[in-house]
């Protein structure tokens, strides 16, 4: 009975099975949180890579260095090692809050285009009754134009979210070294919540002294002007020396001070401008609910013949707009609370599976 297969018949088998490997693997739905994401970034992310290379690199060197004895050498390749240790940190923590802002910017532009779909949905069923109207004779052809006019404006604005949303999803791909076309499914819908910031000023401020780089600079600085004090006052000095040593070390506990105030500046404005924010949202939070409520009422007096074709589509594209600043604001919002977040060293108020 085998020997009765025909091989074209084999062949097209083959070929079918062959691509439709392809189309499987293509099916595959990665899910992620925010942890998955950084995790696969450490991975695979290209300009991450690059600065592993380098560390690696610089430690091979500096081992190098180790095995030969040399002293210059060794002195040389500590400094390239201390270096690239730091540039490595600095490429971690930055690729850490990139993934986390991008995470946050995707969910957002998903949510923009389920705001413009409802929109468009809306139009939709807006134009169904009034045509139904004016075939009734209850209404004017200009109504109708002026419904078509609301539907053909909310279907570009659902068309021009979903490129958008491709766009955000490909430059998330991009972070994690992922295909471009690869779909991702991103886990941590809370995200897209609004949260208060309940932390106090004082609070962040302290803890922003504690990790603030220009801090730590102004720290270092005292402290070396300090041991440079101390060697000065040696017997064996000239005293000039000290002198010197003496008006470093009162720079630079000026410079710390310098350093200080400007810190306390630059949390404060944007502790108050986050608090800012939350206000405005939650203002445009209870006009939106005052809005869709308006649009319930009015939508049963269109029903009833009171209000005409133009104020119901009037009021259906002010909810829309509204909707569609709302989620923008949110997302500013969202990127704002992060960055001061990742300013004073509090991930875990991100909410978030992942740790440094």
């Not at 097209?12 to 992620?32: D, M, N, T, Y």
């Not at 995200?191 to 000023?201: G, K």
């Not at 401008?273 to 939070?285: D, G, P, R």
């Not at 509204?322 to 300013?343: G, H, M, V």
């Amino acid at each position: 009975m085998l020997r009765n297969i025909k091989p074209t018949f084999v062949i097209a088998l083959l070929l079918c099975l062959i691509l439709g490997f392809p189309v499987q693997a293509s099916l595959k739905v990665r899910e992620l949180s925010v942890g998955d994401a950084v995790r696969i970034a450490f991975e695979h992310n290209l300009n991450f890579q690059i600065a592993i290379l380098d560390w690696q690199g610089a430690k091979a060197k500096l081992e190098r260095a180790q095995i030969v004895g040399d002293e210059e050498m060794l002195t040389e390749s500590e400094k390239e090692w201390k270096k690239a240790e730091e540039v490595y940190g600095d490429k971690r923590q930055e690729l850490i809050d990139l993934v986390r802002t991008s995470y946050q910017q995707l969910l957002e532009s998903e949510t923009m285009v389920e705001n413009a779909k409802t929109a468009k949905e809306r139009a939709q069923s807006q134009l169904a009754m009034d045509e139904n109207k004016y075939k009734a004779g209850l209404l004017s052809s200009l109504d109708i134009e002026r419904a078509q006019n609301s539907l053909f404006d909310a279907q570009h604005r659902h068309e021009r979210a979903v490129i958008d949303l491709d766009t955000q999803r490909m430059k998330f791909n991009e972070i994690l070294g992922l295909p471009l076309d690869e779909e991702v499914v991103l886990t941590e819908r809370l995200l897209l919540n609004f949260i208060p910031f309940t932390m106090s000023l004082e609070t962040c401020y302290d803890l922003a002294l504690e990790l603030d780089p220009g801090m730590l600079a102004a720290k270092e600085k005292v402290q070396n002007a300090q041991e440079a004090v101390l060697v000065a006052q040696s017997p064996f000095t000239p005293r000039v020396e000290l002198e010197g040593a003496l008006v470093d070390e009162e720079k630079a506990a000026i410079g710390l001070k310098q350093a200080e105030q400007a810190l306390y500046f630059r949390i404060r404005g944007e502790y108050y401008a986050l608090l800012n924010q939350a206000h405005n949202l939650e203002m445009a939070e209870r006009n939106i609910k005052l809005e869709r409520q308006a649009l319930l009422a009015e939508e049963s007096k269109y029903a009833a013949g009171v209000l005409s074709n133009a104020q119901i589509v009037a009021q259906q594209e002010k909810l829309a707009n509204l909707e569609e600043q709302y989620s923008a604001d949110l997302s500013l919002y969202s990127q704002a609370r992060i960055k001061l977040l990742q300013t004073i060293g509090r991930y875990e108020e991100l909410g978030e599976d992942y740790e440094d």
